[in-house]
């Protein structure tokens, strides 16, 4: 029987030995910049959808855009108030065409209806109440149909009446009674003053 010369080398049975080849480092290296510069370029589509997109993440960085867009003072008070209504939207009821036309039962409201997600709904109501815009315009800056508009503003409007409603804005009988001009004393029953002129 004869014997290989390498049999007895303790290396040529595994492995371990083996030196990696300079040809195989640089190909794993080429992967990794390539991964990097995939990576870099999924970041650059990102921040390009976000600055071609009308959404509120696309002004989050300016507070002044902020209070144009939708009067709150700034993006922090913004989201205060997006933090206290977030919670209910999950119970938004969609006001649908058909609800409008024959007032029938309510459906849920789901976000892949309109593909906005609710932040931005609230963004587009926010821009209808404190620029006055047309529901084409609109339409036009977030890319949505006009009807598609029509729904959320109607939407949003409901749900903010229901929710906000509930907010007591008068203050209780005694704490007006505590504050009460001198001049309104023979008034007792005197909640509010809407305007006041002296004869």
């Known amino acids: 029987m004869q ?3 390498d049999d007895d080398d303790p290396c040529h049975e595994h492995d371990y030995c083996v030196s990696t080849e300079p040809a195989a480092l640089d190909l ?4 990794n910049e390539e991964l990097r510069e995939i990576s870099r370029l999924r970041k650059q589509i990102e921040d390009l959808t976000v600055s071609s997109k009308f959404c509120l993440k696309r002004f989050s960085a300016s507070d002044d855009d902020i209070r144009f867009f939708t009067r709150f003072a700034s993006h922090a008070h913004l989201m205060g108030f997006w933090k206290q209504i977030e919670p209910a939207t999950h119970n938004i009821i969609c006001v649908t065409r058909a609800q409008t036309v024959e007032k029938t039962d309510q459906v849920p409201h789901f976000a892949s209806a309109t593909v906005l997600q609710p932040i931005d709904e609230f963004f587009l109501f926010m821009n209808y109440l ?7 315009d609109l339409a036009h800056r977030f890319r ?7 729904r959320i503003i109607n939407t949003w409007a409901n749900f903010l009446y229901t929710v906000l409603g509930a907010v007591s804005i008068w203050l209780d009988v005694d704490t007006v009674k505590t ?3 001198d001049v309104f004393q023979d008034y007792a029953d005197t909640q509010v003053i809407l305007d006041c002129t002296e004869l």
Do not use: A
Request: zero cysteines; hydrophobic letters at 25%.
């Open 3 to 5: 014997t290989d010369p």
């Open 144 to 150: 949505k149909h006009r009807s598609t508009v029509s």
């Open 28 to 31: 794993s290296l080429n992967d």
């Open 179 to 181: 504050h009460l001009p």
């Open 130 to 136: 404190s620029l006055g815009l047309m529901q084409k």
